[in-house]
């Protein structure tokens, strides 16, 4: 007797979403052990976590705060996930957009009014996180240095870069020796919806990019490229495709979004750049998992950035409430993306349970 | 252990879905034979070593071994027997070094300074057999004959009495066979005996001292070198009834629509593959390559279409030089093109069909304009590619992966000849396709030729050149061997020269 291992030939969308759901409710259940082992009730930690994050308004906004740059980097991942282009580096786009964006608001911020200095601030950091963006792939085709590890690196140098700012030439007049820049001036600064850190300006932005970039995947000749190139370099190369181009511009398109996931975080939340832990909170590499419970669809991005929003959020309060360590979190997400990437042979293939003939 | 003093498979039979690869082959080899095994690809050659090797499990047939039946479970056991394989592709670890690479997988070495006897044995064996190589050498820094050497090596010092070989001159300059040839003959004065797979005559004649023969999964012949020409080999691996000529429009061909004039160019290993190749095709007319796959065609097509640079020479259509190109400019001037890898190179698997049905023509009207794509205009076209060329798929929607390769086939031609090509390039077009869906793909080239376009044609399949071709070159060792009419030709001819014989008029004859 014996499992047989067969490829599954066609996978319908309902057996998508099943497979979606079931890899999740593992990925739970092995988060409720981890819980259980720690002596926590299983049930009532992820009731904790999900009650903490959509249950109450308050809640909820802190979730929305934090799906923006989810899924603004989540959405620009799943396109160079698309054309399998393993980018990690997203969080260090993010920090490069985040200078850019601080130098324009510094320096140009007091002379022109909040409608130019806003629009320029995220423009630069489009361009700073893009720039960063092209070095992986420049390296890539022209020298065959694995994406995977440049971008990875590229984390570290554009993090160190940033300790180095804050602590030395742009370190803040006003802000008594901290390792801060100064504050933007109120007119680079996002609004707030009400009593909260909610931006709806960052909220219509970060959609609507999602909703773009899907646009730009399944509707225009560079999408369709782009997945060629994904699917099959061969044939992408006998159709005749510019693979340095295509991948260039698909890189700079996917840092770009990353570099307005820092911008925002810059404009909104901190108000001065500082100590790139402070900047972002992991979102580079949250946002891996936010792509790949989005099938690698940009427009599913918002769903799944709003999940991992709430988990983040969630996970925080659990670790006030429940005095659970702080790496909980980390646990949850790692956990999750294992069980969502286990889903995936089960979509390719069929396993069946075969009685051994001799 | 027990020397192989003879060896026999009886009746062997292995089919693959729906496909009998081997048919009842018997085979026999004794101490001291280099036993030539003659044929062309898709003959059956490397399944019946692989069956020997232990790789495949035969349906039917067994092997004897000194008389006693020899039941092989995998590979380990046929090494055990005294049975070694060198692969047409080297199974070597490129990053360590030869004596890493001897020692993988062999547990006979002490527990102790292990690398002290691998090195004794490697010298041992290298001086009784003349093959020098460097054991601290990583392989990467060998050449591609040295790094035989160590396959050789390798199966030695395991012992291995039989040794099987699969083209092993394919990759070996001049010089490397000549080496290797006098490697073989050490051997076999120390008892050892090869089987060799080759579809060049020149090598068999010139090193074995028998030869067998087969097509089409069946053994055509066996016989001892000094009693056989070469000719009779040719006819016995070629060998069939050819039927006539497909129905075609008399078209008169006209000026010269393909030009290549001493096209010279690498594999992808460096070496120089397609030598001084020079040929036209005509307006209105098909021009086939025969040949057997291995020899080039690959890397000349892809020079041609503009996915591989050439070396010297130069490509021009129309009068107008195309040399080196890329892809997309070359399509664009009228060049269609049916890779050979259908599946590898011609499609996108994971992309639904309608998709795939506009690959290298995306980029143009009225598929899409300079940023967006055209789905409604995309799906018509694929709806009108499989009423037009009777594809079977289920929509449009599904995944290539999901249709058959007759299908894949039909929509790449489709796509190819719906964009009316002034030269269509096919490569293998019916190759591992049924009987229907080779006789349509036939029909359709004949119909890009009676349109008026060119066809060039490469394939192994010598019934189908000479169905639907006005005129044939044969392809050799990166050269034109010669070029003849197939309505006025003799087929042994065809035979030598694919083989390796025999020059006729090489080059320009028009």
């Known amino acids: ?358 | 252990m027990e020397r192989i003093e003879i060896l026999e498979m009886k009746d062997i039979t292995k089919s693959f879905i729906g496909v009998k690869a081997n048919q009842d082959v018997n085979l026999v080899i004794e101490k001291g034979d280099i036993l030539g095994l003659l044929g062309e690809n898709g003959a059956g050659k490397t399944t019946l070593m692989n069956v020997l090797y232990g790789l495949y499990h035969p349906d039917k047939g067994h092997i004897i071994v000194n008389g006693k039946p020899l039941y092989l479970r995998s590979p380990k056991d046929s090494m055990k027997a005294g049975i070694g394989m060198i692969h047409q592709h080297f199974m070597l670890v490129q990053k360590h070094t030869v004596l890493e690479n001897i020692a993988l997988g062999f547990d006979e070495a002490p527990f102790f300074f292990p690398q002290r006897y691998m090195r004794k044995q490697i010298e041992e064996y290298s001086q009784k057999f003349g093959l020098n190589v460097d054991p601290n050498k990583k392989i990467w820094e060998l050449s591609a004959g040295e790094q035989q050497r160590v396959e050789i090596l390798k199966t030695l010092i395991r012992n291995a009495d039989l040794l099987i070989m699969d083209e092993p001159t394919s990759v070996l300059t001049p010089q490397e066979a000549e080496e290797l040839f006098d490697i073989l003959r050490k051997m076999i004065n120390n008892g050892h005996s090869v089987i060799l797979i080759s579809h060049k005559l020149e090598e068999i004649t010139s090193i074995c001292n028998r030869v067998m023969v087969m097509r089409k999964g069946k053994v055509t012949g066996t016989a001892l070198i000094k009693d056989v020409s070469k000719v009779d080999l040719a006819r016995m691996m070629i060998g069939r009834e050819l039927s006539g000529s497909l129905e075609k429009k008399e078209v008169k061909p006209g000026k010269p629509m393909l030009e290549v004039s001493n096209l010279s160019v690498n594999s992808d290993q460096g070496l120089p593959i397609v030598q001084n190749l020079g040929f036209n095709v005509l307006w209105g007319e098909i021009f086939g390559i025969a040949g057997v796959s291995g020899n080039g065609q690959r890397e000349m097509v892809e020079a041609i279409t503009g996915l591989r640079k050439s070396v010297t020479g130069s490509v021009s259509l129309e009068g107008k030089d195309i040399t080196n190109l890329t892809a997309r400019d070359i399509h664009n001037r009228g060049i269609s093109h049916v890779p050979e890898e259908r599946i590898k190179f011609g499609t996108v698997a994971n992309l639904p069909f309608f998709e795939n049905s506009v690959l290298k023509k995306h980029h143009k009207t009225p598929f899409s304009n300079r940023m967006l794509m055209n789905y409604p205009n995309i799906r018509d076209h694929a709806k009108n590619l499989v009423a037009k060329y009777n594809v079977d798929a289920a929509s449009i929607s599904v995944p290539v992966k999901n249709l058959s390769g007759g299908n894949i086939q039909k929509l790449i031609l489709g796509r190819e000849i719906s964009s009316e090509p002034n030269l269509l390039i096919a490569a293998h077009p019916t190759y591992g396709l049924d009987v229907g869906a080779a006789e349509f793909i036939r029909k359709e080239l004949i119909n890009c030729r009676d349109r008026g376009g060119s066809v060039l044609l490469v394939s192994e399949d010598l019934e189908e050149l000479f169905q639907v071709c006005d005129r044939i070159a044969v392809m050799f060792e990166g050269r034109i061997m010669g070029i003849v009419d197939p309505n006025n030709c003799n087929i042994d001819g065809i035979g030598l020269m694919m083989a390796g014989l025999e020059q006729q008029n090489q080059g320009e004859n028009i």
């Open chain 1, 1 to 358: 007797m014996s499992f047989v291992i067969i490829p599954r030939e066609k996978a319908t969308p309902l057996l998508n979403f099943m497979i979606l759901i079931s890899s999740l409710c593992a990925g739970l259940l092995a988060v409720g052990i981890v819980f259980l082992l720690k002596g926590v009730n299983p049930f009532f930690a992820i009731h904790e976590i999900f009650r903490a994050s959509f249950g109450s308004f308050f809640g909820f906004k802190e979730t929305l705060t934090k799906a923006v740059p989810l899924i603004l980097i989540g959405s620009g991942l799943a396109l160079a996930y698309k054309a399998k282009f393993w980018n990690i580096g997203a969080e260090s786009q993010l920090l490069v957009g985040a200078i850019f964006g601080t130098w324009i608001g510094l320096n140009w911020g007091p002379s022109l009014p909040g409608f130019i200095i806003l629009p320029l601030m995220f423009a630069g950091g489009f361009i700073g996180g893009g720039l960063w963006g092209l070095l992986p792939a420049i390296f890539k085709i022209k020298f065959g240095i694995n994406e995977v590890i440049s971008t990875l690196m590229l984390n570290y140098i554009a993090a160190e870069f940033v300790k180095f700012l804050v602590v030395g030439p742009w370190k803040g007049k006003t802000k008594y020796g901290y390792p801060y820049t100064d504050d933007l001036p109120a007119q680079a600064v996002l609004q707030h919806m009400g009593n909260s850190r909610v931006s709806l300006v960052l909220i219509i932005l970060a959609v609507c990019v999602a909703l773009f970039l899907a646009f730009l995947v399944f509707r225009t000749r560079f999408g369709y490229e782009i997945r060629v190139i994904g699917e099959n370099p061969e044939a992408a190369r006998y159709a005749g495709i510019n693979f340095f181009r295509t991948t260039l511009i698909m890189m700079f398109i996917g840092g770009g979004v990353a570099g307005l996931a820092g911008v925002g975080e810059l404009s909104s939340i901190h108000l001065h750049l500082s100590y790139p832990e402070t900047i972002s909170a992991g979102y580079g590499f949250t946002a891996i998992i936010v792509a790949w419970l989005g099938r690698l669809h940009p427009g599913f991005t918002i769903f799944s950035g709003l999940f991992f929003a709430g988990i983040i959020v969630g996970g925080d309060a659990i670790q006030m409430s429940m005095g659970m360590p702080a790496t909980t979190v980390n646990v949850f997400n790692g956990l999750i993306l294992i069980f969502l990437i286990m889903g995936d042979f089960f979509i390719n293939h069929k396993v069946r349970y075969q009685r051994r003939v001799s």
